[in-house]
């Protein structure tokens, strides 16, 4: 199963982006039995889990990120969204996604920059 994401780009702080995740491979009730979420990474930093929605969309979130960050899931299509809004600088990273322990092969993820 290999997730490929899509949705980064360059953006000014305060504003916003979706980013989306498509699960390549693999069937549709192994995706659902799992917990996903977004994972993101900065340079000479630790990969951190930001967001994570469970198959019945219980979510929870990253304090850093937590009243500007939406993750919903689509459970039919094995797609993971990130809706992210009020970006700020710190938010800059690669984001990733990936069941909330790890469990799949990781993708290249898509590149996050906000500007100040």
């Known amino acids: 199963v290999q997730p490929v994401e899509s949705g980064g780009g360059l953006v000014e702080a305060g504003g916003s982006l979706r980013l989306s995740c498509t699960f390549s491979g693999g069937i549709t009730s192994v995706f659902n039995s799992y917990c996903m979420g977004w994972y993101r990474q900065s340079p000479g930093k630790k990969r951190e889990l930001v967001a994570t929605?469970?198959?019945?969309?219980?979510?929870n979130y990253a304090d850093s990120v937590k009243g500007r960050f939406t993750i919903d899931r689509d459970n039919a299509r094995k797609r993971l969204y990130l809706q992210m809004n009020s970006l700020k600088p710190e938010d800059t990273a690669v984001y990733y996604c990936n069941s909330e322990t790890g469990d799949f092969s990781w993708g290249k993820g898509t590149q996050v920059t906000v500007s100040s």
């Open positions: 929605a469970t198959r019945v969309k219980s979510t």
